[in-house]
T-cell receptor, first 113, second 114 residues
Framework: DTAVSQTPKYLVTQMGNDKSIKCEQN?????MYWYKQDSKKFLKIMFS???????INETVPNRFSPKSPDKAHLNLHINSLELGDSAVYFC????????????FGSGTQLSVL | AQSVTQLGSHVSVSEGALVLLRCNYS??????LFWYVQYPNQGLQLLLK??????LVKGINGFEAEFKKSETSFHLTKPSAHMSDAAEYFC????????????FGTGTRLQVTL
């Protein structure tokens, strides 16, 4: 049983489209995250939710909108996709906001053409 | 603010040789330090974590890291490399308290040759 699962694994789309990536964790964790990994493998946090409440919101274009319907799910919606959005997006979770042991999903490779 | 610098984006060792991956940190508060490993096409997995309990931290798969405050370093070592150790390794730092977030280094790719 996968602990942190995200779908889809690959996403290829045209510029200007809107797309969503879904993430679910079955670990009973309170905190979930979205990270972006660029082509040089640099990993940067985008958002974090603790018990459905947004607690970290880095400098990310407002075309990116996270949504947490419950504490086991954190989805990422991206409007008006741009070439520069191409990256691998990782969902992660942790027991709490102060517990930094992160459990990562296997990533969603987004390619914007 | 916290940051980490990983020296060497690519390290190559022979199977059976010592693995040494370097990480230096900068932090305005006592840091929590981590090493994560990323195998191809997978998410990151925690190798080990330093939280001030002991300066020498042992992790999974035979890896360990030593916290040296005087050198602001947290280098990762393994006495004998195995082919299965080939992966990308990330050092990370966070401050204490709630809603603290990890800041990752740029990663070091470890190649293990026969």
């Amino acid at each position: 049983d996968t602990a942190v699962s995200q779908t889809p694994k690959y996403l290829v789309t045209q510029m200007g489209n809107d797309k969503s990536i879904k993430c679910e964790q079955n670990l009973g964790h309170d905190t979930m995250y979205w990270y972006k990994q660029d082509s040089k493998k640099f990993l940067k946090i985008m958002f974090s939710y603790n018990n459905k409440e947004l607690i970290i919101n880095e400098t990310v274009p407002n075309r990116f909108s996270p949504k947490s319907p419950d504490k086991a799910h954190l989805n990422l919606h991206i409007n008006s996709l741009e070439l520069g959005d191409s990256a691998v997006y990782f969902c992660a979770s942790s027991l709490g906001a102060g517990n930094e042991k992160l459990f990562f999903g296997s990533g969603t490779q987004l390619s914007v053409l | 603010a916290q940051s980490v610098t990983q020296l060497g984006s690519h390290v190559s060792v022979s199977e059976g040789a010592l693995v040494l991956l370097r990480c230096n940190y900068s932090s305005s508060v006592p840091p929590y330090l981590f090493w994560y490993v990323q195998y191809p096409n997978q998410g990151l997995q925690l190798l080990l974590k330093y939280t001030s309990a002991a300066t020498l931290v042992k992790g999974i798969n035979g890896f360990e890291a030593e916290f040296k405050k005087s050198e602001t370093s947290f280098h990762l070592t393994k006495p004998s490399a195995h082919m299965s150790d080939a992966a990308e390794y990330f050092c990370a730092v966070s401050g204490t308290g709630t809603a603290s977030k990890l800041t990752f280094g740029t990663g070091t790719r470890l190649q293990v040759t026969l």
